[in-house]
């Protein structure tokens, strides 16, 4: 096929017409179960009517304004993600990376603030990922992700993931602050350690550096918490937050405590879209549901129900899966063949994953998944680890 775009995401086939729920459909109605979810976003599966509602209703109404005044459903979204977090603060970007760029931004910025100018450093995390934009790039350190495009090291340092000595070692006057995921996603769904990620914290405070997590992937009840880190008791001072946060629309946020935030006085940083109205309104209705009652109880309740699928396919099939990995509805199949012919396979028997970092696959469907829905997928995986056994 001849595409007038550049070749940086390969030329994909596969093109889809419609989506509903758990499911997307070809042109041909040929339909696929989709664990991909846009690469977990869209976090109530495809054209849920409440989103659908609440972007029709805000279309009608005003596209946008920019932050040159205030937005309703803008100042309402920050209003509800300080009460449901750890945060006093929001600032809202259109993506991953450029919440991640806020909160480095931030973390230089706190130090400047208090006189410390040189400390400007920070530090990341092996197999992390954090975005494709020049700093969260220059964080990560991916060879393909990297090459040529750095100008020296940008002011990042890498340690290895879960390892404190080395952290602790990397640790001078010159560092601003630490960035980790608490699940890493890309990297092929790792969870930190709680022990790990307790001492992070105690290292952060005793060393007067702040910590960032990015929540891109695995926050807005992706692991069955609203951020994953709630369910590993350790509190930021900075998160990013994307993807599921716009249920598909775009949108990011840097989230923060009121210490870091009050150096972000009138001028320092800003987005022409970011906060844009259509967004958040759309970010307000993902909010709707996620918060409704017994919600992400039911996001446990398929995560159970998957990993059990997953753990009977894995002692029936050892030659093509060697386990799982991950936290609630973001889920890391352990391959013990190659992931890409696993993922051939699944895609040949119509059920849609993500590769990751490791030889792994990640399953992330929609977080409100039916009972059925998940048998079905299983069903599907099923038969794609017998093609391949
Ligand atoms: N951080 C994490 C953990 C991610 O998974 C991603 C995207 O996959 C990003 C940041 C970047 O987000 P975006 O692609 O919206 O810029």
Redesign the pocket.
């Known amino acids: 096929m001849s595409s007038a775009l550049m070749a940086n995401y390969g030329h994909p086939e596969l093109q889809f017409a419609r989506g509903q729920g758990v499911y997307l459909y070809t042109a041909d109605n040929e339909r696929y179960v989709d664990f991909t979810m846009g ?2 976003v869209n976090c109530l599966g495809h054209c849920h009517p409440h989103l659908i509602a609440a972007l029709k209703k805000q279309a009608d109404t005003l596209w946008h304004t920019s932050n040159l005044f205030s937005i309703e459903p803008t100042e309402r979204l920050a209003k509800r993600l300080v009460e449901l977090s750890f945060a006093d603060r929001v600032f809202f970007a ?7 760029e806020c909160g480095f931004k931030m973390m230089r910025r706190y130090h400047y603030h208090h006189g410390r100018k040189q400390r400007v450093r920070i530090i990341s995390l092996t197999q ?6 020049l700093a ?1 790039v220059a964080a990560c350190l991916n060879p393909v992700h990297i090459e040529g495009f750095l100008v020296g090291d940008a002011g990042f340092d890498q340690v290895p993931f879960g390892d404190l000595n080395a952290l602790r070692a990397a640790i001078t006057d010159n560092t601003a602050g630490i960035i980790l ?1 608490p699940v ?3 990297g092929g769904i790792r969870t930190v350690p709680v022990e790990y990620l307790q001492a992070v914290r105690q290292i952060c405070d005793q060393h007067g550096i702040l910590l960032m997590f ?5 926050g807005i009840g992706r692991t069955g918490h609203l951020f994953a880190h709630e369910a590993l008791g350790v509190e930021p001072d900075l998160l ?1 937050s ?2 599921g946060l716009g249920g598909g629309f ?1 949108i ?1 946020a840097c989230l923060s405590r009121e210490h870091v935030a009050e150096v972000m006085t009138a001028g320092t940083h800003g987005s022409t879209f970011g906060g844009n109205p259509l967004a958040t309104a759309v970010g307000n209705a993902v909010l709707d549901v996620l918060t409704g009652p017994g919600f992400l109880t039911r996001v446990n309740e398929r995560a159970t129900q998957l990993r059990a699928g997953v753990d009977e396919l894995t002692a029936r099939y050892p030659t093509v899966l060697a386990g799982h990995t991950g936290l609630g509805l973001m889920l890391g199949l352990r391959c013990a063949c190659s992931n890409a012919d696993l993922l051939k396979a699944m895609a040949k028997h119509r059920l849609l994953a993500v590769k990751a970092g490791g030889n792994s696959i990640r399953l992330l469907p929609p977080l409100n998944i039916s009972a059925e829905e998940v048998d079905e997928g299983l069903a599907l995986l099923a038969e794609a680890c017998a093609d391949l056994s």
């Open positions: 690469i977990a259109n993506s991953g990376t450029e919440a991640v992390s990922f954090h975005g494709r934009t969260p995921e890493q996603g890309e990015d929540e891109v992937q695995s990013a994307a993807k775009p990011g």
